[in-house]
């Protein structure tokens, strides 16, 4: 199906991308639209393609050997598979969060720093500074961590280390932040703590989050799509979605009858 | 009571206990076994280790020493009073010799042949003039004066003194002499000391003179060429294998060459060098350049091998997260992934220096087995390794060398022990949790 919106809104539009590792296809045919400031959670059993769908719009997938991409993703318009584009500048604009917490075995400061200067975003060393609690703020964690800036991000708790690497895409300030599952390996007051960074983040950037708990999709996100063996199956407002899903597959997968 | 949660298993119910302690017992059995036997090699390791360690202290240690004679000798007077005259040239006209063989000859007035005398001032090393010599070059005052001087005895005085030889009038100690040293040492002249010179010199013939500083100054100025060639290579090209190359069947073969050539006989890569480097290039024979070149080949292998398995081993996330913010290929690797690689690099690293400075074929093939007396300058001058300079000394003649042999080996061993312990602390110092 086709899942199209009004143009003013969308943020990042895919058009009939198909995906495919050493020869298997993941996707087919994938037309989604994200929208601007708002949350789309993609949801769907185990392998159904919805972690390759999110690797496709910051082009993460690039690096895994035998993985081919057809179709076309496009960011405000333009084709992010443009052979003129640079990668490195679509990865400042869109960040990605990773399901294991993955911060650099470095002092909480460099973690976040390391973006901005590699990109050159501070000027100088009180900018940086600035950028850094910014960010930390922005992530819900400054009150925890300001004393111990230097102290090791490896050092922290999970839920902890997931909002560090949070704050650490937020730093290089991007139009869009990809999470991919991000909450797989907290516990319940950890994951708890991240949904409320999400929705707040929701007023700044656009966010695009892969989840297997849909509790969770129904708590955060706007707008969700189903993805089903690789393909598409439905994407609507969440709240569509959960209430009266369209599609046969939909319901079985979100009333728990299968995945 | 029947169990109900047994139906539909073959096994019956009071058997089942029964059977799974009988196998408990035999698991147990077999554990212990096991760890018996492990226990039993490391022994059998450790035993071989010890009997070879100590084998070599015993044989060795008293290269350590060395017997020196305690003689007093009266200096002519200073026929140059303006110091500025005095040269080497001036001062080796005076006949240093002559005043040992006087010095010694006054404690033995009753030799008045001219056989005995001579069988006598045998018991002095040649080194002694030289040393005598350059104590008064140093400070020309003493002339004039009466010192007391440590003349070196000769190796075969020296061995007699440590019991390695006995006298007898065929030998190298005759029965004559051996009384003249039993005097001797009664009379408290003869003694032993710590064996500076050991350390301080070259090679020589003369067993009492011949020392390790050469060798090891040539193993060092090898290692350093070898280290500064393999080093960087190894690692720029285990990064781009590891990182940057696409996996086809040209990197595939290029890593199972790499792999085969880790295994090469190191007498190879001499040939190597003699053909290449000396015959082709036509560079220095016996330089620690060509011999650092040639064992740089041979490490290079070890040191992709090791920076590649410790380039892997940095776990998948940390490049996620770095590209994923942005960074370029190249500084997810130099940021991220070599910071975290660089334990295991440098572990690798100096594991496969040890092992080349352990090595003696390639350096044979090279020429570095000549008998170097000059210490070493720099890495053109002609230079032997340590192992190769223990090859040479366990090949002479003299009894005197066999202890020299045991006593090299042991500071080439400490040198090696010195270096993987090393190894094992830069990994404990630098490895990170992730």
Known sequence: MVATKNDNQIKMSARKVCVSYSGKQALFNVDLDILHQSVTAL??????????????LNRMNDYIEGCIFHGSVRIDGKDIYDPKLDVVELRARIGMVFQKPNPFPKSIYDNIAYGPQIHGLAKDKSELEEIVHTSLEKAGLLKEVKDRLQEPGTGLSGGQQQRLCIARAIAVSPEVILMDEPCSALDPIATAHVE?????????????????????????????AFFHLGNLVEYGATETIFTSPQDERTQGYITGRFG | MTNT??????????????????????????????????????????????????????????????TYLELSISLPENKFPNEKQISPNVISELNFKSFLKRALLKKFPEIKSRRDKRLLYKLISSGATFDLQDAVFENPKLLGKTIT???????????????????????RITIKQSKWIDKLVDDGVINQ??????????DSREPELAGILGATIGSLLTMLVALALAFPLGVAAAIYLEEFAPKNRWTDLVEVNISNLAAVPSIVFGLLGLAVFLGFFGMHRSAPL????????????TVIIASRAALGSVPPSIREAATGIGASPMQV?????????????????????????????????????????????????????????????????ERAFVEKTAAATLVLLTVLIIMNLGAVLLRKKFERRW
């Open chain 2, 290 to 301: 060509v011999g650092g070149v040639v064992l740089a080949l041979m490490t290079l292998p």
């Open chain 1, 196 to 224: 409320e960074l999400i929705d707040e983040l929701r007023d700044n950037f656009t966010i695009v989050i892969v989840t297997h708990n849909m509790q969770q999709a129904a708590r955060v996100s706007q707008n969700t």
């Open chain 1, 43 to 56: 949801i769907g059993p185990s392998g159904c393609g919805k972690s390759t769908f999110l690797r496709c």
């Open chain 2, 5 to 66: 949660l047994l139906k539909g298993f073959p096994i019956k119910e009071g058997e089942r206990t029964e059977t799974i302690s009988k196998r408990r017992e035999r698991r147990y059995a077999a554990e212990k076994r096991f760890k018996i036997l492990g226990i039993l090699s490391i022994l059998v390791a450790i035993s071989t280790l010890f009997l070879l360690i100590g084998n070599m202290i015993n044989k060795g240690f008293s290269a350590f020493k060395q």
């Open chain 2, 333 to 397: 690797v130099l940021h991220h992934v070599l910071p975290l690689a660089i334990p295991g690099i440098l572990t690798g690293t100096i594991i496969g220096a040890a092992r080349a400075l352990g090595e003696t074929a390639p350096l044979l093939m090279i020429g570095m087995v000549a008998f170097i007396v000059d210490i070493p300058q720099g890495i053109n001058d002609s230079a032997t390794a340590l192992p190769v300079q223990i090859f040479l000394w366990a090949d002479s003649p």
């Open chain 2, 149 to 171: 001087t440590l003349a070196i005895a000769s190796d075969d005085v020296d061995q007699y003194i440590k019991g390695n030889i006995t006298a007898n009038n065929q030998g």
């Open chain 2, 193 to 202: 000391k710590f064996n500076l010179k050991f350390f301080t010199n070259g």
